[in-house]
């Protein structure tokens, strides 16, 4: 699976769109970004997936640049509830995130 | 919503013991998947299960593991003989097909003293 690479850490304004980056510059063609968050500990929670287009569901929309090199995750309206560990996987269609061993992950912070 | 359930949420044992995970997986989902997480470290691979057979391993995955699902609802991890090394948070997950999104329980706090 192709490494991902995701800045460490940012903060965010309780309200205010979370804009966090994912560089998966030797991603395949056959492979999925998957983003997954984890709560303190809690287990791991889906958050969404794509392929090329761009994605929206209820919690967050998915930005994939046109070379698929990049890619960002987009949560509209961050609250409190959002501070976590933000993880960005490449995963073959056939794997899903199931092999992948998470990242380091970029810690969002949301602040009052 | 249909969640993963994992039991018991903290285990102490004594180094050298068996200890078995459990977890019941979403009830209509096919594909089962172990992973760990040593404190503060990243979340790792395990083993995946479909059809009452593994699919996918990792390294870390040696002869002292083993998985099992012994009837229609429970997916158990074992480990035949724990280590310090083995102390960390187990997840369980399940995904109804090898190519949707992986739903996680709460995971098992496991302390090998």
């Known amino acids: 699976d192709a490494k991902t690479t995701q800045p460490p850490s940012m903060d965010c304004a309780e309200g205010r769109a979370a804009n966090l980056p994912c560089n998966h510059s030797t991603i395949s063609g056959n492979e999925y970004v998957y983003w997954y968050r984890q709560i303190h500990s809690q287990g791991p929670q889906y958050i969404i997936h794509g392929l090329k287009n761009n994605e929206t569901n209820e919690m967050a929309s998915l930005i994939i640049t046109e070379d698929r090199k990049s890619s960002t995750l987009i949560l509209p309206h961050a609250t409190l509830r959002d501070t976590a560990v933000y993880y960005c996987?490449?995963?073959?269609?056939?794997?899903?995130?199931?092999?992948?061993?998470f990242g380091d992950g970029t810690t969002l912070t949301v602040k009052p | 919503e249909p969640e993963v359930t994992q039991t018991p949420s903290h285990q102490v044992t004594q180094m050298g013991q068996e200890v078995i995970l459990r977890c019941v997986p979403i009830?209509?989902?096919?594909?089962f998947y172990w992973y760990r997480q040593i404190l503060g470290q990243k979340v790792e691979f395990l083993v995946s299960f479909y059809n009452n057979e593994i699919s996918e391993k990792s390294e870390i995955f040696d002869d002292q593991f083993s998985v099992e699902r012994p009837d229609g609802s429970n997916f158990t991890l074992k480990i035949r003989s724990t280590k310090l090394e083995d102390s960390a948070m187990y997840f369980c997950a399940s995904s109804s097909d090898r190519n949707t999104e992986a739903f996680f329980g709460q995971g098992t706090r496991l302390t090998v003293v």
């Open positions: 996987i490449v995963s073959r269609q056939n794997t899903n995130a199931g092999k992948s061993t």
């Open positions: 009830s209509n989902h096919l594909y």
